[in-house]
Every structure is written in structure tokens, then in C-alpha cells.
T-cell receptor
């Protein structure tokens, strides 16, 4: 079982460039989410989805877009990267739309914006 | 504003010591509290707590929730160097499908 797979693991961007962080899960989880982790800030929710075709904003959504066209995939798009978006990004999924139970995390994507 | 506060922020102990990590929360429509251990990569699940006063145990780790006072503790007995990690507390809200994370406690166990 692959679980939650994130790509790429590392990325360096220049200010203003765009990119997409990919997240895929093979557990048939309805709930998927993106977090960023910064020193001293813990994990902060960017966007989440409770099922295909449904997305919503979390605590820090500015500068990021998401879509959920399938149950398996939940990509995170940075349209115009800024140095403030330098962070470690985690995708996480959970069993049902009520988000009960534990979150399953991907291994993280370290993004540096110069 | 919903928030989760963990203390201490960091802790250095010697092998064999017992540690207690704290997590307090103010979250509307509480559903569950979860503890995670994060070493170099992704957080890994430790416990999920939904009811007050019922201790969850796994080996040397145990945790309990107090829904009246809005806090949880994570105890680690006979610590080992492999326990060195960041321990994260998260609270799940019934509404909004959101998990609120604390900043974590960084534990270092010295041989």
C-alpha cells in the first residue's frame, strides 16, 4: 500500500515562477488536505477537500490554488511563487468526509523560493 | 479563535527519564484530539482521544484527555534516544472538517 504520495520531494523556484505539488492517495479517502510547516509555527492548513469536486480554504490559503477532480489526487498550485512560500508542505488524507480519525501524511515537499 | 497550545516548546532529558508533554486547546465543536510523532519526515500517528479520563497506552507512551479543563498530556516513561522527535498535538473540529495543530514540543533524549 503506497498510502499518500507527494512529489517532488525538493524544489527550488525563483520568485514569480509557478509550480504544482502533486499529492495522490490510494486508500479511497474522501478527505484530503494541504499543510505547510514552518519553524515555530506548527502545521497550518492551506486548503482541504471533503470529496471530489469540493474544496475549501484553510487558515493560510493566499497564494495557493487547489482542485479535486478525482478522489485520489489533490494537487496544490503556486501561481506566482514568493519567498514567503518557502516551507515544507505536507499532504494528508483521512477516511471519511467527517474527517474522523487519524490523518495519513505524505513524506513532505521542501520548497525554496529565491 | 480556535487554537492549540503545546508546552514546553522544547525539552532535553537523559535516557531513562520520564517526560510529560502538555496540550491545551480552545476549539469550537471538539471531536477528537490526536498526538503525532515527527522525526525527520512525515508525522506518524500515536493516539486519538475522544473521551475524558480514559488512558490510551502503547508501550512506554500513554495519553489522557480532560474535556472539562480542555487539555491532554502525553507521558513517555523510561525515555530512549529513539524518542527524540517533535511531538505534535492536533484537535479535530466537528464543523469545518479541520484539524488544528499546536506548534509541537521538541524532545531531545541524551544518552
Amino acid at each position: 500500500n503506497a498510502g499518500v504520495t507527494q512529489t517532488p520531494k525538493f524544489q527550488v523556484l525563483k520568485t514569480g515562477q509557478s509550480m504544482t505539488l502533486q499529492c495522490a492517495q490510494d486508500m479511497n479517502h474522501e478527505y484530503m488536505s494541504w499543510y505547510r510547516q514552518d519553524p515555530g509555527m506548527g502545521l497550518r492548513l492551506i486548503h482541504y477537500s471533503v470529496g471530489a469536486g469540493i474544496t475549501d480554504q484553510g487558515e493560510v490559503p493566499n497564494g495557493y490554488n487547489v482542485s479535486r477532480s478525482t478522489t485520489e489526487d489533490f494537487p496544490l498550485r503556486l501561481l506566482s511563487a514568493a519567498p514567503s512560500q518557502t516551507s515544507v508542505y505536507f499532504c494528508a488524507s483521512s477516511y471519511d468526509a467527517g474527517a474522523t480519525g487519524e490523518l495519513f501524511f505524505g513524506e513532505g515537499s521542501r520548497l525554496t523560493v529565491l | 479563535e480556535d487554537k492549540v497550545v503545546q508546552s514546553p516548546l522544547s525539552l532535553v532529558v537523559h535516557e531513562g527519564d520520564t517526560v510529560t508533554l502538555n496540550c491545551s486547546y480552545e476549539v469550537t465543536n471538539f471531536r477528537s484530539l490526536l498526538w503525532y510523532k515527527q522525526e525527520k519526515k512525515a508525522p506518524t500517528f500515536l493516539f486519538m482521544l475522544t473521551s475524558s479520563g480514559i488512558e490510551k497506552k502503547s508501550g512506554r507512551l500513554s495519553s489522557i484527555l480532560d474535556k472539562k479543563e480542555l487539555f491532554s498530556i502525553l507521558n513517555i516513561t523510561a525515555t530512549q534516544t529513539g524518542d527524540s522527535a517533535i511531538y505534535l498535538c492536533a484537535v479535530e473540529a466537528l464543523t469545518g472538517n479541520q484539524f488544528y495543530f499546536g506548534t509541537g514540543t521538541s524532545l531531545t533524549v541524551i544518552p
